[in-house]
């Protein structure tokens, strides 16, 4: 059975940093593209960002470009999401998700495992 689980949600000032990370079992990680989105209240979960199977390749969402950076250990079989200079219009639960197509998808519907989500209240 394969579980995702996130971790490193909070509440942090604006201008701050988190990092979220996702343990994965229950697959063979390596081989998996995996993906964060989030949810903001009252909308729809939205794509975040994106690593695909080796690492070599990222995608973000333009809003989040240049301050949060996506990895992956697949050793270990994690991924995280390092946040920075996070805004009030990050506030969001944060989902983890795993797609075996293997590419950085922004689509949510590709993806094919996805975690509970841990909650990022960013306060300005």
């Known amino acids: 059975q394969v579980h995702l689980v996130e971790s490193g949600g909070g509440l942090v000032q604006a201008g701050g940093s988190l990092r979220l990370s996702c343990a994965a079992s229950?697959?063979?990680?390596?081989?998996?593209?995996m993906g964060w989105f989030r949810q903001a209240p009252g909308k729809e979960r939205s794509f975040v960002s994106g690593?695909?199977?080796?690492?070599?390749?990222?995608s973000y969402t333009d809003s989040v470009k240049g301050r949060f950076t996506i990895s992956r250990d697949n050793a270990k079989n994690m991924v995280y999401l390092q946040m920075n200079s996070l805004k009030s219009e990050d506030t969001a639960v944060y989902y983890c998700?795993?797609?075996?197509?293997?590419?950085?998808?922004?689509?949510?519907?590709?993806?094919?495992?996805w975690g509970q989500g841990t909650q990022v209240t960013v306060s300005s």
């Open positions: 229950g697959l063979t990680f390596r081989v998996y593209a």
């Open positions: 998700a795993a797609n075996k197509l293997g590419s950085a998808t922004g689509l949510s519907g590709e993806y094919d495992y």
């Open positions: 690593i695909n199977w080796t690492g070599s390749f990222t």
